[in-house]
C-alpha cells in the first residue's frame, strides 16, 4: 500500500531522544529552550514557544489577545475545524468567509466585504487566515486589511512551517502566527506545536498562559493570571530539533515531487476530469490536494484506489457544511467554493520519501479509477 503519508523519523533522532529520557528531564527544559531558539533563528521571529498542539497554540494566541464572549473572529471555510473550534471554546462567535478555488486560502475579495460590511453586534477582533496545505495566503493584502480596522491577524500556519512570501516565512507576519507538528505535518513532534510572534509583551502573556498564567521569579512561583499547560515535553523537542536540521531538504523534495504531479496529471486535467492546486514559489506542500469533477464521488474513488494499493483521503473539512457552530448562517452550504473543495477535494500519497515512480503508480492508479 502506498499510505498517504509517513512520519520520517531518523535513528539518531529515536538514539538522542532515549538519552532524554534516561536523563529524567521529562517536560519543558534545556531541550525546549535549545529548539525554541533554533526555530526562532529558522523562522527570523522574535519569540519562539513550543507547545503541546497546534490546537493548544491558537488557543494560546486567542487567550492571549483576549477574545472572548462578545467577540467575532473571523476563519476560512475549508480548513481543520481546529481553526474554528478554538474560537468557539472561547466563547467568541465563529464567522466563516469562503475560499478560493485554486489555492485553498481565504477569498480575499470576501473578506474585505465581510470585513467592510461588518454589523456585529459582536466586536470584530481578528482575521485567522489557514496557510491551507501549506500555500502560503496573501498576508499582504490581510494585513493591509486588518490594519484598516483594527483587527488582530491569527496566522493558522499549522501546515506551513517553511512556507514563504515575498521573503518572509508564514506565521511570522501576523500578530501571533501558530504551527502543528502532527505526524501529518512536514515537521513532527509526535504532538506538538508552537507559537511566534515579534512583540515582546505578548510572547510574556503567551508564555504564561502556556504555564499555569505563572512565572518564576527569585521568590518562587508568581501566578498573574489563570493559565493552563500547554507545555512540550524535553523529549518532543529533541525529535523536533533532528526534523528541523533536514526540513529545508525535506521541502526541496516536496516541491520536486509536486512539479512530478502537476506534470504527470496533466492528461487528466486537459480531460476536464480533475483540477490541480495553484502553485507557488513558497508553497510547502505539506498536502498535495486535487479537486475531482463533479461527475465523481470523491468517496468512491477513494475506495477504487485503494483496491490498486493507493492510500488517499479528503482534504479538508467546510466549517459551514460541519454545521456545528450555532453562529455560522449555512444556509447557502453548497455554492460555497469551501463545500465544493471538501465534497471533490482528493489528498494523493504525499511526503519526502515518495519520488517521481510512487507519483508514477499513483496517477495510473487515478486515471484508472476515474475510467
Ligand atoms: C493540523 C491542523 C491544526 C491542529 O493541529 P494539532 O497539532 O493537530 O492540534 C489546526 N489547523 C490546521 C489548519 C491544521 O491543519
Redesign the pocket.
Known amino acids: 500500500m502506498i499510505k498517504l503519508s509517513t512520519p520520517n523519523i531518523g535513528e539518531d533522532a529515536i538514539d538522542a531522544m532515549n538519552q532524554v529520557i534516561r536523563s529524567g528531564q521529562l517536560v519543558h527544559g534545556e531541550e525546549c529552550l535549545a529548539f525554541e531558539k533554533e526555530l526562532a533563528t529558522y523562522l527570523n521571529v522574535n519569540h519562539a514557544l513550543v507547545c503541546s ?6 488557543h494560546l494566541a486567542l487567550l492571549t489577545l483576549e477574545i472572548g464572549p462578545g467577540d467575532a473572529v473571523i476563519v476560512p471555510d475549508f ?2 475545524p ?2 474554528a473550534n478554538v474560537v468557539a471554546v472561547c466563547g467568541a462567535r465563529v464567522v466563516v468567509v469562503d475560499v478560493d478555488r485554486e489555492n485553498y486560502c481565504i477569498d480575499i475579495k470576501k473578506l474585505r466585504d465581510t470585513v467592510r460590511n461588518w454589523q456585529g453586534p459582536e466586536k470584530l477582533k481578528a482575521i485567522m487566515p ?3 496545505f501549506g500555500f502560503p495566503a496573501d498576508m499582504s493584502a490581510i494585513v493591509e486589511l486588518a490594519n484598516e480596522h483594527s483587527l488582530a491577524v491569527i496566522e ?1 500556519a ?2 506551513a512551517i517553511g512556507a514563504s512570501r515575498d521573503g518572509r516565512k508564514m506565521g511570522t507576519i501576523g500578530t501571533i502566527g ?1 504551527f ?3 505526524p ?2 512536514t515537521l513532527t513532534t509526535g ?3 508552537l507559537v511566534v510572534t515579534n512583540n515582546a509583551e505578548l510572547a510574556d502573556k503567551l508564555r504564561r498562559f502556556r504555564n499555569h498564567g505563572m512565572e518564576r521569579t527569585d521568590k518562587g512561583m508568581k501566578f498573574f493570571y489563570p493559565g493552563l499547560n500547554y507545555r512540550l515535553t524535553n523529549f518532543q523537542a529533541t525529535l523536533g530539533r533532528h526534523q528541523l536540521q533536514q526540513l529545508e531538504n525535506w521541502l526541496k523534495r516536496r516541491v520536486t515531487l509536486a512539479r512530478d504531479y502537476i506534470e504527470l496529471l496533466q492528461p487528466l486535467v486537459v480531460e476536464g476530469k480533475i483540477r490541480l492546486p495553484e502553485t507557488n514559489s513558497g508553497h510547502s506542500w ?1 498536502t498535495f490536494m486535487i479537486v475531482l469533477d463533479r461527475r465523481y464521488n470523491r468517496d468512491e474513488i477513494i475506495t477504487l484506489l485503494r483496491a490498486q494499493g493507493v492510500e488517499s483521503s479528503l482534504g ?1 473539512q467546510s466549517l459551514t457544511t460541519l454545521n456545528i457552530y450555532p453562529t455560522v448562517d449555512n444556509s447557502q452550504v453548497t455554492t460555497l467554493v469551501g463545500h465544493e473543495l471538501f465534497t471533490q477535494g482528493l489528498a494523493l500519497p504525499f511526503c519526502e520519501i515518495y519520488d517521481r515512480n510512487t507519483a508514477i503508480k499513483v496517477v495510473q492508479a487515478l486515471s484508472d479509477s476515474l475510467n
Open positions: 498542539n497546534g490546537t493548544a497554540a491558537l480548513t481543520y481546529a481553526t489557514v496557510h491551507e493558522d499549522a501546515c501558530c502543528s507538528f502532527h501529518r505535518k504532538e506538538g506545536g505539506q479538508a
